[in-house]
């Protein structure tokens, strides 16, 4: 089935990208389409991935954060890709992810139209967490194998938060929230989403990226980010939001808007929403 086969293909490349990773921490002269540098592991990883991922019968299309246009490379499902999340943090030696969403429909769209959405995360290990069919799996990656270690569900009891963009630039709404929360959770917060989202769902709390008072929509790309870990935070019984409605709920005018981005707990995503 071809969502298998996607999900196989992007265990095989996880260990070939992470070997390549060290001769590729140089910044490019390139530009991505949201303005950012590219590292030349991001151009890289994008290659291997499309290129892969595009072979696999049942592919439609193959979009991805580091290419302007979405390509058809058949007829099928939409693969959106952020092939290196949080690469800023090559340069430090931090954790990284790889996100896929799988659409059964062209984009933009909403990610109710998500049949499944994975990360790898980069970690001390190299993880894969999965969710479809309404399941969360978290896997162990060896030799390009995905190896099933058990369900993924949010804990009941949160411990952790992570915020992202500088605090004076908040809406004060935000820094109010986060003042509450301070005093009930840890903060734990590394400039990788899927590593600090890998924390919620390890010990439960709340990830966001909010609106910035520079920047209203955020840093996030909804299809490429917030959608697909939205679909798999819910999935393992927690919640989304922009900040008025589940992340799944929105729909995408263009291929790579923004969003805020608070992904977590049900009550701690509901008290920020409820604020902002
Ligand atoms: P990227 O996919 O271009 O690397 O950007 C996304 C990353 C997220 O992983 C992370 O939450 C955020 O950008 C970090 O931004 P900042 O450096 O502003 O904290
Ligand atoms: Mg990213």
Not at 64 to 85: C, F, I, K, M, N
Not at 186 to 209: C, E, N
């Amino acid at each position: 089935m071809t969502v298998d086969e996607i999900l196989d293909a992007v265990a095989t490349a996880a260990p070939e990208i992470r070997s390549g990773l060290p001769g590729r921490r140089t910044k490019t002269d390139e530009q991505n389409v949201s303005g950012e540098r590219q590292l030349a592991a991001d151009v890289w990883a994008d290659e291997l991935l499309g290129e892969r991922i595009g072979a696999i019968d049942g592919v439609g299309h193959y979009a991805s954060e580091e290419r302007e246009d979405v390509e058809q490379v058949g007829e099928g499902h939409l693969v959106a890709v952020d092939p290196l999340d949080g690469s800023s943090n090559l340069l430090s030696n931090n954790p990284m992810g790889t996100i896929v969403g799988v659409y059964d429909d062209d984009i933009p769209t909403t990610g109710r139209s998500l049949v499944a959405a994975a990360y790898v995360l980069y970690g001390p290990i190299t993880t894969m967490v999965v969710a479809r069919d309404g399941a969360v799996t978290e896997y162990v990656v060896e030799d390009g194998k995905r190896r099933d270690v058990g369900a993924v569900s949010l804990p009941e009891d949160p411990t952790v938060y992570g915020f992202g963009g500088r605090v004076t630039d908040w809406p004060p709404a935000v820094e109010e929230y986060v003042t509450e929360i301070e005093a009930e959770l840890k903060l734990r917060y590394g400039g990788a989403m899927i590593a600090d989202v890998s924390q919620v769902l390890t010990y439960g709390g709340i990830f966001a990226y909010p609106m910035l008072q520079s920047r209203p929509s955020g840093k996030l790309r909804l299809l490429f980010e917030g959608a697909p870990i939205a679909f798999i935070v819910e999935t393992a019984g927690g919640s989304s939001s922009n900040g008025a409605m589940s992340l799944l709920d929105v729909e995408a005018t263009s291929v790579h808007q923004r969003t805020p981005v608070f992904v977590g707990n049900d009550d701690l995503v509901d008290r920020l929403e409820a604020r902002v």
